[in-house]
Structure formats: C-alpha cells, structure tokens
C-alpha cells in the first residue's frame, strides 16, 4: 500500500508511510468497534432466547438489530457526571487505558496468511503481554472513582488477571512449542491441512490444555463465572459502578474487545486460524501465499474461517455466563493456583515428552525402532545428518506445505543461520 | 501489507523513524520527570506505567521486539501492576500528597545530576558503541538472543580474530568457531547471572523480614471482644 | 540467636496494620431484597461485624390498625409481606374468628387452603429466583417468574388483584371462585410438575451454586430457636415444626384430612428423597443450601395440597358463605394466633374493648425474627457471602418493618 | 394449657409471682408482677417441665381512654399491660405472660415504666423488646443496647401510645 502511495499517487514518502499507518489503524479500530456492536446485539439476543424471552425486536427493523446503534447514542446522550471525591485526571484517562490496551493487541493478531497490522515475530508473547495492562485500566477506575465499592471491585480484578496471567502463559507456550516460533502466523501455516493437523487434536494433553485455556481466557476476561469484579449483587457494579455515557461504553467494548482477541487466539493457537476443517484451497491447488488474486480469495476465505470460529468463542462465553452462577473470589483463586497452574503444567510437560518421544506424530513416531529414539533426539525429527545444532529454536524444517517463498525471511546475520 | 519500514534511500521530509523516536523518548523522560515532581502518590504510580511503557514503545523502535514485550509483560504488567495494589492500598486520604520540603529538593536534584554525569561519562566513553551497529538489522528474531545466551558474543564481529584450531579441525559450523574464539567466548552471560541469583536472595530476604506477624490473639475475636461488652 | 527463632515469647508479632472499613451495603443496594442497611466492618474481603439497620419502609400500620375496624384493615395486611399477600389476609382474618368464635363454612375453608397453598407456591418461587440473582444468574429469575405470572392470573380471576388481593376476609372470602377457574388451575399444576425438576438441574444441583450455599451460614437449631427463627429456616436447620400441623385448633382444622409430610431432615433424610437430587456431601444441616432445598420441597409439598384441595372443595356443595358485616362488634378479651407463612410463622395479636374498632392489633413477623440471626451468621464470612446468607433468610422488607 | 394445674406449679415455685389469671379467655393467660418476671421466664425456659424455649411475640398495650366522655364509662384505670407469648416446640404448648406497669414511672409524664429485660433468656428477645421500646415507650432494664429499631434514631415521642402526638415537621419535612 505505501508503495503504491509513494510511486503511483507521487506522495512524499513520509505522508505514504503516513496515511497507511491511519489506514492500517483505522481498520484494527473498526474490528474492535463493528465486533463490539454486534456482540452487543447477540449478547442480548443470546441472553433472551436462554430466559425464554424475544430481546430485542422493535429497533431497526425485524430482529432489532440496531439495538446496538440506539446504545450508543443513549450512552453519548448521558450526562457526563463524576464523583465529587474523583481524582480527576485518572478518573477520565482509566477507560481509555483500558481500551487501548486491547486495542494494540490486535495489532498483532493474524486475521488470514497475510492480513495482519504487524507481523511481529514474537507475536503471541505480545498479545499476553498487551492483554495483562488491561487491568491497569480497571485499577485507576477503581481507585479514582473514591467509593469503597468501586476499590473492592478494582482489587478482586487486578488480583483475578494478574494471578491468571500465569496459568494462560503456560497455556500459550504449549501451541509455540508446537510450532517451534511465537509468529502466530507461522502457527496457524502449521495447522493447515485436515482438521487432524489442528493442535487441539495433535495430543491428548493438547486436547486438555485447549480447556485450561479456555477457562483462563474467560477468567483473565471477567466474564462468566468469573465476572467477580462488577458483581452486581455484591458490588454494586464494581469497578465501573460511577461511570456513566460514552467512558462507560469505553469499559464495554474493552470487554468485548478483548472476548473477541481471546477467543481468536484460541482459534489460532488451537483450532488452526484460518484454515477450515477441510482444505479446500491446497485440494484446489490454490496457496494463501502472496500472488495473484486467486490467493487473495483464499486468504478472504481463511479470514472468514478465522471470524467464524472467533465469533463461536464469543457465542460460547455469552452461554456460559447466561446460566451459570458467579464463583467467589477465594473460589476463583483457588482454581487458578490449585487447579488451572498445576495442570498446565503438567500437560506442558506431557507435550513435551510427546514431542520428544514421538516428533512425527503418533504413528510415525511410534513406528521407528526405540533404539533410535535416542539418536532420533540428537540428529532432530528431520532426521538429516547429525550436526550439532544450536538451540532447536528455529523450526524442524518439516516441508512446508506451500511451496512459496520461506516464511520467515533470512536474518541479515547469515553467520549466525546454521 | 504493511512491510516492516526499512530505512529509506533519501532523507524525508519527516523522517517517521526518528520522529517516533524522539516521540517515545521524550514521553520516556517527560514522564520520569512527572513521576519526581508530582505530589499525588497514585498519579505518580500512573507516570511511572507511562514511563516504562514509552521504554517498551523504544524497544520496539529498535527492532526487539522481544525484548519489548518482555519489558511490557514484566515491568508494566507484572512490578508495576504490584507497584499500584500497594499505592493504591495505603493511598487513603492523609497519604495521598506527599510533601518534600525544598531542602531534600536540593539534595535530590544534587545526587541526581552527579549520576547523570556519571552516566554520561560511561556511555559516551564505550569503544564498541561509538562504532555503527554491525550490518543491517533487518528482521529480527529472537535467535541471536538465544545465541547470546549461550555465551556467543553476539555484538562482536567474530571474523575479525579467530584462534587457531587444534591442527586437522575445520570447524564445523560458524557457531562451533564463534563457541571456541575466545573473544567471543566472554559475553555477558556470567554477570547476567549473578545478579539475577543476587536479585533472587534480595527478594527471599525481603519477603522474610517483611512477612505478617501475627498478633498473639487473632484479630477476629479481639476486636469481637472489644464488641462483646457492648453486643448482645 | 534464640532471640530470632519464632517461639520467643518477647516477639510480639503483629499484623500488618491494615485499618477496618467500615462499609455500607446501603438501602439502595441491589442485592437486599428491599430497603434493608447492612453495615459490615470489614478487614479486607472478610466481614469481621454486620449490624442491620431496619425501619426505612416504617409505615407504623399498627397504629392505624386502631382506627379502622377488623374487615377494613385487610388491605393492610397484604402490604406487610407483599409476596404472599393472601397467607397474610388469611393470618389476621383467622385471628378475628378466633376472638368472635366465629365459625367457617367447611366449604370456604377448603377454598382457603387451596388459595393459601397457591400464595406458597408463588412466593418460594420469587424466592428461589432471587436468590439465583444473589449469587449471580439471572435465568432462573425469569423462570420462577414465568410460572409466578401464571399464578397471579388465576389470583387475578379470582378477586381482580395481582399483588394485594384482600380476597380473604373475616368471616370467609369476599367471593366464590369464577366458574372454569378449577380446570385452570389443575392445567397449572400439571405443567408445573416437569418445572420443577428445570429448578434443580439449573440451580439446586449447579456445581457453582453448591460450592457458593453449601457450609455458608450454618444456623444451629438451638440459635434458630433461640433467635425465634420460623418456617424454612427453621426447618432448614432441622427443627420439625410445621403450625399447619402443630399449630393452634382453628388454623389446623382447615387441613385435617389433608395429606403431607413436613419438609424437614429428619435423621439424615427428607421425606420422598427419592424423586428429588440428593444432599451433597459438603452441605451441613442449616446451612444457606439447605434452607434452599426446604423451600423447593414445600412447592411440591403444596402443590399436592392444593389438588386435595380442589377435589374436597369441589366435593362440597351450597355456597361458601358470606363474611362478616363491615361494623361487625369485636367481644372484650385478646387473641394471638400464629399461621404458616411462605417466610415463616405470622403472628397476629388483637385486643377487643366491644366496639367494631380494636383496641389494639400488634403483627409479629416471621422475617423480623429470622433477620435478627444474620449478625451471628455472616461473622467471619466473606463480602460476597452476605447475600448469600440474607437471600436464603428469605426476607420481606414491608413485613419487617410494618 | 392444663390451666390450673400448671398455675399451681408456678405458684408453688415463686410465691407471689401470680398477680391474676384468666383461664377461661380465649387465650388463658397470668398474669405476673414485674419483679418477678425475670425469675419465672428463666424458669419457664429452662426448669419446667414442659420448656417454653421460644418466645414468639412481646406487645404493649396501652389501656389509656383519650377522650374524656368514654374514659367515664371504662371500668380499668390506666395502665400500660406487656404480654409474652411463649410456645414449646418440645411439647407444642403456648402460655401468655402479662404484666401490668403503670403508664408513666410513678405517674411522671416522661419517665418511662421499666421491667426487666428477657434478652438474657431468649435472644430474640433483644429485637422485639427494642421495638416495644420504640413504638411504645417501655423501658427494659438489662437490655445489651436498647436504641430504637424501627423509627429514626432522633424521633421523639412514642407512637403507639393513646395519647401520642404527631410531631408538625421532622428534619423539615411538614408531618401534620
């Protein structure tokens, strides 16, 4: 795009760079915004239809879906009231922190092969990291809005988060393991294939750890079971209980931006991102690298698959806290360190010595002699000649499937690449 | 779509590069200095999660993106997360301004320089940093950092001195020379270590001498004792 | 170094100074069914003192109860505990015959059973929905309130009232039921059956729900007692005592002949557990969970009184009587009676000095009582755990305060 | 209520305790003198036969004819009556306990008639008698903290009294 801004349109070089970079942001923007309006929407629709009620109908047309858009002017409608005890300046700026923070996470998550804001190669460490400074937000909200209430609410978010940050770590090194780099591109290339290629089914403890991070990703979300910090029975409204109109609507869709963040990790580092349970595109011969436009629709399609399973995680959590009561905040502790660290731990162990005692897969690996298992650890699964590597960080080279172009392009530091 | 920017040809009129630089710098510093001169504790707490955060913005600036994140997740959402429960805490009414009579002003402003000076001096006087990085950093990974864990100097130039090998021996990979060329065999691997152990018994001894002391009677009932002769 | 080890009696050790807040969980909090003030003292999350506040729905009707004769002071009688407004009606009117020795006919009395039962239902049910809000789901709510609108429509054929009926009056009921209300109301009762069983899966066997009222707010029989607790927390705590079975002459006349056991634990089991999920293993007798439980048995309990009710009301023939005149004189001479509340045992004490107006009439409620305990209950508890204490006490705040 | 039976027990236990009885009301009940009050309840609770562990309701009944034409024709002087509701869950027996206290302490408008508190003996006491204390101006000696319950803490006068009179304002709300 900036190419095209600099040699076709003849910008100068610095507004090119410029107006991609608003480009690129307004569009992340608008994922979060448009995501926001219509969970929204399919929050209360989902909530009706479990209580055995309609939702909303009336507004905008049959199944009321501009319901969201009559929020949102409501919510800009409201008067724009703080609490006389407020520290002013963190009382204004604690929403917009909390945004923000979900908002950069998207930068680096990978809609499809190649649309992504920034392809970091650290990126799922970057996401984790971004997804725990939400809860800053969430602290100053609580502390600036000078109601005991509201510092209960803070405390028992920011004790929630940061202690479940350690267990969904853990969770996330399983599918980096896996893949051999944090680049969640790469991840979700080495699910491509039939749905058997998914990291969900590539082990048992995989299939365990994919529930532990679930239960996580809704803890270290607030919602469901979880929901301890706006517990209205007991709080009040927790942490946002004196926000009102638009800085409120702010706290709303960091939520629900970050239930669509965490859920679409969860399809990328799990249920193989973008490519469907089937492979269409490599059984039609097409491949999600760079080229032509045909690629693009399958990157379009895969961008589809992506949304898809995203969005089934949100629908689920939505179920999830319709029926299910709220846990108590010693309760949540306790299955954070008592249940969710330990078996982590435990299956990251296991993948591991899957990983180690079987790398082919189970049938590959089980079909070699054990005698060979031992050397097999030495010389890598590639089972090329024995040369001492250097740390196995980068990739067993396992043929990439698309044939195109090495994904991770050469460091400059050739020396160093063995 | 957006490629990484690599550094142009001609300079710009507005160099993105170094404007974003001198952004998350000046924010870095900006707020370092908010973080001294504000009296509310918790605003300060706040200026310090700026601060940081600007440093992680400058990481990323550079290219490390690793390391970048890393400062994210461990300073700002880990210490500083810690930082803001115990200001927040204590920060009932009385604490919240803290006032610092103008002769520790003085004082402070005086130690602060001195440092300042010092690390001016230090920095400006490193061979190795005067000289423009080597080679082009391009995309980055996190493989050098593995190396330099394993010892390997990776900001120096190993072609430049290599020590004979023992006679009959082609080193085998370029790794395998660096490993055994003693001026790239130093890195900074050991002192690494050693203050992380240090930091590690600094923080033992802290968690025991600061740990809860119990009262003799547990709270509950005394204060209900305090209550009984008043209560039902 | 003696001196560091921790069994040196010269170290004091003392806590770390955190301060106790003292904090409301004021009249307007969502979460305590109606203007009630708790102030907790708390040491971070644990609530080491709560004292509650009462009064802010003080309408002083006893005082008024002096200038309005017995049948004009029914309306009152509804407003005290809203949600059962028909238990209260009956209450106060059995309290007149009794001091007139006024007799009922049969025919009536069947039909006030079968109202009364109907007014139980309706009231466990805003109950048990309320206390899935305390602890978090909101579903169940709307549940409980799905049938409940089906009760109030038959209540509202009856005597044209959804909430304050004043259909039971002194001397009988205002009116004889509208034809076809029977078969109605027996379509209720069948959909109902199935209904019930939703409840448990959604709440009363929900692993969370377990894990949040089980070993919560254990009240002791002998401090149930003590503390003049009633109805289903007393029960929950184990005590058998039911007025409809052990209660006075008149108020246990009406349900001779009626069959139904007493929802309460007796040595480890409830009656016809075998339809309904079994105790869970953490629950300890008088705890939140259990006083839960009692109230889901007494819906199918009454729900087989109010079909032996309708086949004996039914059986009966003639009219059911008309109440008593308007400025009926009340004799000289006092009378208390107690009758089985959804919330417990309502007692009405009324003083006669010969005129048609009384010279004193004093309501001794059943949630007054069963509040009164819940500063033992939730000391040392958590925050979250206050509503879960005081949403399975049940309470009503109009009957607390009168 | 084994009626005379019963009153012969206590009787016997308490000489002088029993002030009146009417067994044939509704609601037999005895009377007895506010000294000995406290000592017959904790006998009642704990040493009767049939143990009266609850104690359901505590009232206040204040017999005081207002206008003066019908005070002519009453037969009783005025007087403040405090009637106990007991009941054993044991046996499933009710007993009521009156006791009769002069309307204001040695007929001084103002001071309020005392009698021993029950809160050491049944806990629920401690609210009900609160609430008589509030609504009806009865003093219980020995009570833990007797403050009003159900009326603001600042209100004066005591509503159910016959002779009560509605404050003009409160806190500048207009009452009359």
Redesign the interface.
């Known amino acids: 795009m900036a190419d095209f801004l600099i040699f076709t349109a003849g910008l100068p070089e610095w507004l090119a760079w410029s107006v991609t970079a608003g480009v690129a942001a307004f569009l992340v923007l608008n994922v979060i915004a448009g995501g926001a309006l219509v969970f929204i929407w399919a929050e209360r629709k989902i909530a009706a239809r479990i209580q055995d009620r309609l939702g909303p109908t009336r507004t905008g047309g049959r199944f009321g879906w501009l319901q969201s858009l009559a929020d949102g002017i409501k919510l800009l409608a409201k008067e724009d009231l703080m609490p006389a005890g407020a520290d002013g300046m963190l009382f204004k700026l604690a929403p917009y922190v909390s945004f923000c923070a979900s908002f950069c996470a998207f930068i680096a998550l990978p809609f499809a092969f190649d649309f992504v804001g920034q392809r970091l190669n650290v990126g799922v460490f970057f996401v984790v990291a971004v997804l725990g400074l939400e809860v800053f937000g969430v602290i100053l909200a609580g502390y600036a809005s000078a109601s005991k209430w509201s510092l209960f609410g803070a405390m028992r978010e920011a004790a929630q988060v940061v202690s479940y940050e350690v267990p969904l770590g853990m969770c996330v090194v399983v599918p980096v393991m896996l893949a051999g780099s944090m680049d969640l591109v790469t991840i979700a290339e080495k699910q491509s294939g039939w749905l058997t290629n998914w990291y969900l089914f590539h082990d048992p403890f995989t299939f365990v750890i994919f529930w532990v991070y679930v239960t996580c990703a809704v803890a270290s979300v607030n919602r469901a079971p979880f929901d301890l910090a706006e517990a209205e029975s007991e709080l009040v409204a927790g942490f946002h209980t004196e926000y009102s109109g638009l800085r409120w609507s702010f706290f709303f869709m960091a939520e629900y931006g970050s239930m669509f963040l965490v859920s679409a990790l969860a399809a990328i580092l799990f249920l193989g991102g973008w490519n469907g349970p089937i492979p269409l595109a490599a059984l039609l011969g097409f491949s999600a690298g760079t080229g032509d436009t045909a690629n693009y629709w399958v990157r379009l399609v895969g961008c589809g698959n992506l949304m898809g399973k995203a969005t089934l995680g949100v629908l689920v959590m939505m179920w999830v806290r319709w029926t299910l009561p709220r846990l108590r905040i010693d309760q949540v502790m306790t299955t954070c360190l008592k249940y969710c660290t330990p078996i982590a731990a435990l299956m990251f162990a296991g993948v591991m010595f899957w990983q180690l005692l079987l790398p082919g897969g189970l049938i590959r690996g089980l079909a070699r002699p054990a005698g060979e298992i031992r050397e097999g650890w030495l010389e890598g699964p590639g089972g090329r000649a024995a040369t001492l590597r250097p740390l196995p960080l980068a990739a067993p080279a396992a043929p990439a499937p698309t044939p195109a172009q090495p994904l991770v392009s050469k460091p400059s530091l050739s020396w160093v690449q063995p | 779509m957006m490629e990484s920017p690599t550094l142009p040809v001609f300079v710009a009129a507005i160099n993105w590069h170094s404007l974003l630089f001198y952004l998350f710098a000046s924010a870095a510093c900006g707020f370092a200095v908010a973080v001294v001169l504000t009296e509310n504790v918790v605003r300060m707490a706040f200026y310090l999660v700026l601060s940081l955060g600007a440093t992680a913005g400058l990481f990323f600036l550079a290219g490390a993106d690793f390391v970048g994140a890393m400062q994210l997740m461990i300073y700002v959402g880990g210490t500083l997360v810690l930082l803001v429960f115990g200001v927040m805490l204590t920060a009932q009414a009385p604490l919240v301004s803290i006032r610092t009579s103008p002769a520790d002003k003085v004082l402070g402003g005086l130690v602060a320089a001195s440092l300042l000076a010092v690390l001016l001096q230090s920095a400006f006087s490193v061979e190795a940093w005067r000289r423009p990085a080597v080679g082009d950093v391009g995309t980055p990974s996190a493989t050098p950092l593995g190396m330099a864990l394993l010892g390997v100097r990776v900001d120096a130039d190993p072609t430049t001195e290599t020590t004979a090998l023992p006679a009959g021996q082609r080193p085998v990979s370029a790794t395998q020379a660096a490993a055994l060329n003693p001026s790239t065999r130093s890195g900074y691997l050991l002192p690494f270590e050693i203050v992380s152990v240090h930091l590690l018994v600094v923080l033992v001894g802290a968690a025991y001498l600061a740990r809860a002391k119990r009262r003799r009677t547990p709270r509950s009932t005394e204060t209900a004792g305090l209550d009984a002769g008043g209560g039902p | 170094m003696a001196s560091l080890t921790n069994d040196d009696p010269r170290i004091i050790e003392f806590d770390v100074r955190t301060d106790e807040m003292l904090v409301n969980m004021g009249p307007q909090h969502p979460s305590t069914h109606g203007v009630l003030r708790l102030v907790l003292r708390t040491d971070g999350e644990v609530v080491s003192e709560l004292e509650p506040h009462i009064g802010y729905l003080h309408r002083c009707a006893e005082k008024i109860g002096e200038n309005l004769t017995a049948r004009q002071w029914i309306p009152y009688t509804d407003r005290m505990d809203y949600l059962a407004a028909m238990n209260m009606n009956l209450g106060w009117a059995l309290v007149v015959e009794k001091l007139m020795r006024h007799e009922v006919s049969e025919k009536a009395r069947h039909l006030r059973v079968l109202i009364a039962e109907l007014g139980r239902i309706s009231s466990h049910l805003v109950g048990m929905g309320a206390y899935g809000l305390d602890l978090g789901t909101f579903s169940p709510f709307l549940y409980a309130f799905r049938e409940r609108e089906k009760i109030l429509d038959l209540f509202e054929e009856t005597c044209g009232a959804r909430l304050t009926y004043s259909y039971i009056t002194v001397g009988g009921l205002t009116a004889d039921l509208p034809p076809g209300w029977l078969e109605k109301c027996e379509a209720f009762l069948d959909q109902f059956e199935p209904v019930i069983q939703e409840y448990h899966t959604l709440l009363t066997t929900n692993a969370i729900f377990v894990k949040r009222t089980a070993a919560i707010g254990v009240l002791s029989p002998e401090m149930a007692i003590d503390y003049g607790c009633s109805g289903p927390v007393l029960r929950g705590s184990g005590v058998d005592q039911d007025l409809r079975r052990d209660g006075e002459s008149i108020y246990t006349s009406m349900y001779d002949g009626y069959a139904f056991e007493v929802a309460v634990q007796k040595d480890g089991r409830y009656p016809r557990d075998h339809i309904y999920p079994a105790v869970p293993t953490e629950a300890v007798l008088g705890d939140c969970w259990h006083r839960f439980f009692v109230r889901m048995l007494e819906v199918v309990q009454s729900m087989d009184l109010v079909r032996q009710a309708i086949d004996r009301y039914s059986a009966c023939k003639g009219s059911i009587g008309e109440p008593l005149k308007l400025m009926e004189k009340i004799p000289v001479g006092d009378a208390y009676l107690e009758t089985e509340c959804p919330k417990g045992q309502m007692g009405f004490y009324l003083v006669g000095d010969g005129s048609p107006i009384p010279w004193r009439v004093r309501a001794r409620s059943s949630s007054f009582s069963n509040l009164s305990v819940v500063h033992e209950l939730c000391r040392g508890c958590l925050i979250a755990d206050v509503p879960a204490i005081v949403g399975s006490l049940d309470i009503v705040m109009g009957e607390i305060d009168r | 209520m084994r009626g005379p039976a019963f009153l012969e027990k206590i009787e016997a236990a308490f000489p002088g305790a029993v002030a009146g009885t009417h067994l044939e ?3 037999p009940w005895v009377e007895v003198t506010a000294e000995k009050l406290l000592p017959v309840c904790r006998w009642l609770k704990e040493s009767s036969d049939s143990r009266f ?5 505590i ?1 206040a ?2 017999w005081l004819e207002p206008d003066p034409k019908k005070a002519a024709k009453v037969t009783w002087q005025p007087h403040t009556e405090i ?1 106990y ?1 007991l009941w054993s ?1 044991v046996s ?1 027996v ?1 007993l ?1 306990l009156k006791v009769k206290l002069p309307r204001w302490k040695d007929d001084l408008p103002g001071s309020l008639p005392a009698v021993a508190s029950v ?1 050491g003996v ?3 006491a ?3 008698e609160r ?1 008589v204390y509030d ?1 009806s101006g009865i003093e219980f000696t020995g009570h ?2 007797l403050r ?5 803490e600042d209100w004066e006068g005591f ?2 009294r016959k002779d ?1 009179q509605m404050p003009l304002e409160y806190h500048g709300i207009r009452a009359k």
């Open positions: 009301a509704i609601d562990d609850s104690l359901e309701c009232t009944v204040d009637v509701h869950t499933r009710s009521v809160a049944w806990r629920t401690d609210w009900h609430e609504l833990p903290d009003r319950i159900l009326c603001p509503p159910l009560y």
